[in-house]
């Protein structure tokens, strides 16, 4: 973790006290509302006036006595400590009277939430729940399970659901359902914090509706859990860092530090992993006090503290040079649904709904919309106009239900709608126009006419614990429940054919275990893989009277037969993931199945991952791996397990350029990936798949021109969606990078520069080439002057004038060149060095004007007197304005970079693990005149990817970079 230089920060969020109030009660705790500040210690209530709190007391109540917890709700303020619950009536602050108590007799509270009509208490036996719908007599309703003592706790209500959240000391944290409070149900446990949990805050993303949950883990700092990343925290640890409350807006974290004060933590954003810790943007120390509690005010972006000192702080947050977010697209591949229908393959990946067409033995993706969540597992289309797609967080409980896409135009698809609290467990089954889908814990069948593309839940049904569920043509649903202790299952058949009134039919107990079912024809097929191996087949053909015929367990020595997820795809047709991939069955005989393909039967020569989703449409099996590849088979070739297509779509960015708001990437493993960067999410707009991959590209006019090691030059015209090849040169096998000017592209290909001519680009064809002392890597060229970075040759200058006789004018030993570019007479180069900047008034007599030594520069581009220097963990800013360089910050991207673009409208483009944005205003920000930070030196971090997009957080600077553009908190 990078060191804390926080007393040099300049600009970023270091609280300014606004005013203070000195007492003499230790205060534990403070919540603001409507500019009321309601703060308890050991006397009791106090309210303050935040506008002038260190005159304006406004209220004392001490007849609660020493209280360590407080909550509002409407007038009223409901204060613990010790034993009891008091009620106080806080219409008039001034005159504020007891409504109600209550005292528990082997309970010692600790902090309260409040939520409608009910108190939620943090105690040292764990939850209680107190009806307070008449504050005069309050009554227990019990309590929420817990595993340990619950130091903090906070309450989440949606329009159907509600939940606690409970830090629990030792004993990690949990989330539990109390939509019933009479029936709490422990949604999440996670039982290893880095620290003991104390203080509990948690946050919602508004567009990916993702849930932060913020743990003050005492000496172990704050750690953050977000959605079904439980057991990944991201966390901010120190070992100077005590961490006892926290409080957090959409941008940062505020933790009270027993041993120094408030910490400002940046959150703007969190990863999505743990690979990265949280940063402190700020602090405010408070010597010979501790603050205890702490309470954000976003209105006024104000922080109010409480301290055992008694004094009660109120500091300003506001910070008008937080720097711009980073965006992204996209750091990893990570299908989440997929689904085929004819040559047409729809993938959920990343959250984003991807559109692919199967053209010959390639996917061309046809377009790509970002939805409001990400996807949990199944996709199902209706008459090609609407997509259906289940999502889930598992630790927002609203944060679970059905979106929906018009995807009548794939080059435009678009999110329509979304359905919140609806099938939950994620598979989706489409029977004509009505889809089924199941939730549990609220037990329930949805049963939803899509038929007009507005979803219309029809009816429910109440169907208990279901873990797998399928649909027949005749309209029977097939269900079982979670297999109960004396090792056994339930299933159940409900009668669908009256839409809006399902009817159970009948129950079957079975001996075993279920995993998954599948109907085909008459026929319930249910994969059996805990007590017994193989697939049970029941016999449907009167739903009434369900008959077990059988159990198979398979007869090929080549096959591992642990049955997992089975789904009907074709007519008497099984398919089955196994253990080592997927098997084809042909279930004409249920009793005895016959494996008519097994894909991935040759495991190494076809993948090293494991199939994760697949799916079948018109003899084409469409396969998604754990290697982020999708593979095609087409299943009724002779060898079907040969892959027809593999498509990589993890993100290895080569190289980018952009033009206008258009950005062109060379990915090594997608081709060429157009993205919008006038869009906050950088979508990807258009891709044109290379099986050979893209290490370069350039683009002229219309006209994109992509090389590759194994595939030449590519021309590809831009006029078209997809992109369309136009022509192909294959006298560069060995091509990494590309330049055009005119009707001329300068490839370099390792063993020198071919010049190819490309006035008719559906017919490029060689003009010239040059071959040269080292290896060509990069290219850049000025009229007929042609610059290569030699790798150990340096720097070569050509005269190309004459194509067909190219000439050295120049060079440059004294460096390994990796990349090069020019800007007026000054040539730019990176290498083993670091920085060299050449004089070029005179070719043949190169002069080194400028150096900075840095360690493994793998590219640079240049914008005014900033030069962006990619490196092995990110892009050095160095400012050459002077004569000696200045490095200016650095901006830190998950791996190494391979190419950066200093692009139009103050936008820094950097191709990595994926393409990432950086936005930069044209002037810097100087530091405030009352700051006394003389650092000058500032790093900037990419922090984490939200649906597609990252955001910087901001470590420490006496300049740096931001936008004025607001920027909606993620």
Known sequence: MLPLLVQTLVGAAIPTLLGYSNGTQNLADVVVVDGLAYAVGNVGLIIYDTKSLGENVVGVHGASGAATGVALSQDIAYVVGGR??????????????????????????????????????????????????????????????????????????????????LAMGASGFAVVDVTDENKPVNVRVVNSTPGPA????????????????????????????????????????????????????????????????????????????????????????????????????????????????????????TSTTRPSRLVSNKQEGHVEAI?????????????????????????????????????????????????????????????HGLMVFDVSMPSQPRFVSEIPGVCRDGKLVLRESVLYCTSFPASLLYIIDVGTGSPNVTATAYVGKVSDFDVSANSSVYLFQESSEDGSFVLDVLDVSDSTDPVNVTSLVIEGSARSIAVSGSTVFITNWEHVRGMLAVDVSNPSNP?????????????????EDAVACGDNTLCVTLLNGVGVFDVSKPLEPRLVLQLYRDYESNTQGTITHYSVSQNIMYAADSLHNILAYNMEEQDPAVVLIRLNINRDARDVTAVGDAVYVADRNAGLLIYNAADDDLPLTRQYQMPEGAHGVAVSGTTAYVVSTNGGLSTLDLRSTPPRLMGNFRGANKAVAVAVEGTVAYVADGDGVVLVNVQFPSNPTQLGRFNTNGMAVDVHVSGTTVYVADSAGGLRVLDASTPSAVREVGAYQDINAQAVTLVGNEVFLVGDVGLVVLNAANLSSLTVSKVLQIDGPTDVSVEGDLVYVGMADGVTVVNVSSQIPVVEGVLQ????????????????????IGLWMFGFPATRMEPSADDDSSVAVGVYIAVGVVGGVALIALLGAAWFFCTKKEVVPY
């Open 339 to 399: 689904h085929g229908s004819g040559s047409t393959l729809f993938v959920g990946n990343n959250g984003e709904l991807q559109i692919w067409e199967l053209q010959r033995k390639n996917l061309q993706l046809l377009g790509s919309v970002r939805g409001p969540k990400s996807f949990s597992g199944s996709i199902q289309v209706y008459n090609n106009q609407f997509v259906f797609a289940s999502y889930n967080s598992y630790l927002d409980m609203e944060g």
């Open 893 to 912: 991207t998950p791996g190494s970079p391979a190419a950066v673009h200093a692009a139009a409208g103050n936008r820094v483009l950097v191709a990595d």
């Open 547 to 563: 008959v077990v015929l059988g159990n198979y367990t398979g007869n090929n020595r080549d096959l591992t037969f642990y049955f």
């Open 84 to 165: 009891t619950l008091t009620m106080l009536n806080v219409s008039s602050p001034g005159k504020m009277s007891v409504l109600g108590r209550h005292t528990t007799t082997n309970a010692m509270l600790h902090k309260v939430a409040v939520s409608g009509d009910v108190a939620y208490i943090a105690t040292d036996r764990g939850a209680l729940m107190m009806n307070v719908s008449n504050p005069e007599e309050p009554s227990r309703i019990g309590w929420a399970t817990a595993t340990g003592p619950v130091h903090d706790v906070v309450v989440k209500t949606d329009s159907n659901t509600r939940h606690l959240f």
């Open 198 to 317: 104390v203080g509990i805050a948690i946050a919602k993303r508004p567009i990916s509706g993702q849930t932060l949950v913020f743990i003050a883990c005492g000496t172990g700092g704050l750690a953050v859990y977000i959605d079904s990343n439980l057991n990944g925290a991201t966390m901010y640890a120190d070992a100077n860092v005590t961490s006892v409350a926290v409080s957090v807006d959409g941008k940062a974290a505020f933790v009270a530090d027993s041993r120094h004060g408030v910490l400002v933590i940046d959150t703007d954003p969190i990863p999505l992993t743990s690979t990265r810790s949280l940063q402190v943007a700020g602090r405010k120390e408070a010597a010979g006090t501790v603050p205890q509690g702490l309470d954000f005010v976003e209105e006024t972006n104000n922080l109010m503290v409480a301290y055992d000192s008694g004094s009660l702080h109120n500091m300003s947050i």
